[in-house]
């Protein structure tokens, strides 16, 4: 079975002269364990179909299916949870909570989820992101690439499905930029997760296992590499 399954989605904004169709019947499907870059100029409608991926941007038709659920078909409730529980959604600007620590701003989805910190994973991922020694700083006594490793142990607490990334090295310079992208790499190949980054950085694209080039909120282009030995 297909992992996450996208069909026939289309996204349409405003009405008569203002109408935008963001995404323009879009199907595709991804496999468990996939790495995917999506890549397109500005406004083809690369993070509406990554929010529409994460349950977080409701489609105007056509259906997302994540292991075989109907991510839309679920009530406000089920949904809040899916986004919580099965999707790590990642930003440029890391949308971090100024009055928390860097543990409390990791943990902070599994508390929401009244849930008990697993420590063995809020350790792991300390050291993973190489934050061990910074666990009790606020965002603003952190560089900027630090932040970005917050906002990313955050979206991985929870051990998501899939890793979810708009544009995660946009705000960073390049040395950060790579920092950022090996860690997700190294995440999802450690928990076998999902990943898809929207970027606009051709060598972070290249690194992918499929490219997918979207213009008009259509899919241009869908490449995979080889397989590599
Ligand atoms: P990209 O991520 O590739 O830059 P977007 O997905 O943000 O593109 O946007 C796709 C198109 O949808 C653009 O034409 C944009 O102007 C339009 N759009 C996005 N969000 C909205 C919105 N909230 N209201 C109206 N139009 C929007």
Redesign the pocket.
Known sequence: MNFLQVNDLC?I??AGE?R????DHVSLTIEKGEFVSII????????????ALAGVDRPTSGQVLLDGQDVYAQNPEQLAIFRRRQVGLIYQFHNLIPTLDVVENITLPVLLDHRRVNRQRLEELLDLLGLAERRTHLPNQLSGGQQQRVAIGRALMNAPAVMLA?EPTGALDSRNGQEIIRLLKQSHEKYRQTLII?THDESIALQADRIIT?AD?KIARDVRRAARV
């Open positions: 996204k904004y405003g203002n935008v169709a963001a995404l397109g100029s500005s406004g083809s409608g690369k993070s509406t179909l990554l929010h708009d929207v979207i909120g």
